[in-house]
């Protein structure tokens, strides 16, 4: 079966909390693929300060503020692995050709993954620059050693990190749908009064 002309972008994010990163990243995606898909996993390396409903009611408050229909979030295709996330994928798109996103902050962590060879064959790999974390020859050219085939996003992702919103509370990098989620549910330590 031949690949469709119109790929497909994939975002598995933790989400913990989505912050303004997560907005302009999945905006700039709607402006550079037909169709984006998004969802709310666990990262087996990383603690979460939520559990991952709460995360996927976060990002998909997100995803509904953003109101496009190209945009979806498909919680279905969530994983620890995102080996098995594409699986799902492909079995959900059957010959469309899929492009997995990732920031640039996680280039180096992709020879690490599980059956990392296998995920770099069944999609392209979209990098969206990151600001904080420039992208390294060297990793680019591991990546490319395994099999990947690399889009370097024309893409200017913020430094907004959930790590930090979550330590520091900085309430300026989290989309107004997010927070007043997060107020709601008490997330984080957040309540009325801490805002």
Known sequence: MSKSKSPIALFGTSADPPTCGHEALLVGL????????????DNPIKSHGANIQKR?????????TIANPNLELIQELSSPWTITSLERAVALWPGSELVF??????????????????VLKIARLGIAPRA??????PQIKLLESLGAQIEI????????????????LELSHIPNAVLSLLLEEKLYGLTQETS
């Open 30 to 41: 709607l402006n550079l693929f037909p169709k984006v898909i998004t969802w709310a996993s």
């Open 56 to 64: 996927a009611a976060l990002l998909n408050a997100l995803v509904k």
């Open 101 to 118: 996103v990732i920031g640039s902050d996680l280039t180096c962590q992709i020879p690490n993954w599980k059956n990392s060879q296998s």
């Open 132 to 137: 904080g974390w420039p992208l390294q020859a």
């Open 153 to 168: 996003l024309p893409l200017e992702i913020p430094a907004t990190a959930s790590s930090n919103v979550r330590k520091t």
